[in-house]
């Protein structure tokens, strides 16, 4: 003989499997991952440029700069994509830095030039990503191209990119890891 359910428990099962839809809230603080590196080789097999993509989830619609947005006042943070190099070194990573001439501009507009040894980043702008349709969610794929002249000059044989970026809400993303990117010189 087959037991049945109490009609409770269905019912309880059945609002349980109706409160599992797909319009899940989307955080309206930025979340990113890495997806993948595509390389570009020359003729001879070195790279000479690799896209670096990643997807970012956003609730708020707000990430990015509009072309005509910058911010003039002194010491003020233009970029909303941060990416620090990491080498390879064993199985450890550590951050790759160069000594270089910094060039400093404070919030009271003072100007300050030193030496340091300083880590590999490639700060950049991105550009205003529009929401589609009446949604103000964004769930969007970001290529960024990185060729020899600008940055793999720079890069080690191999290593990773701490990355995250920054909406126009002044929010923060996760920060999270590429994979290893192995260069052929």
Known sequence: MQRLLPCSVCLIFLLYIAGCKDDELISPIPEIAFDQFIKYPDAAGRDTAVDFIFTIRDGDGDIGFRENEFDNSCGADNFNLYLAYEEKSGNAYRPKKLWLEVVEVTPACDTLVYFDSVQVKFNQRMQ?????????????????????????ILLSQAGRF????????????????????????
């Not at 205003?128 to 794929?141: L, T």
């Open 128 to 152: 205003y990503i529009e929401p589609q349709g009446n949604s103000r969610d964004i769930e969007a794929s970001v290529r960024y191209r990185m060729d020899y002249a600008s940055a793999l």
């Open 162 to 185: 701490e990355f995250r970026i920054r909406d126009r809400a002044e929010h923060f993303s996760n920060s999270a890891y590429s994979d290893d990117l192995l260069l052929v010189r």
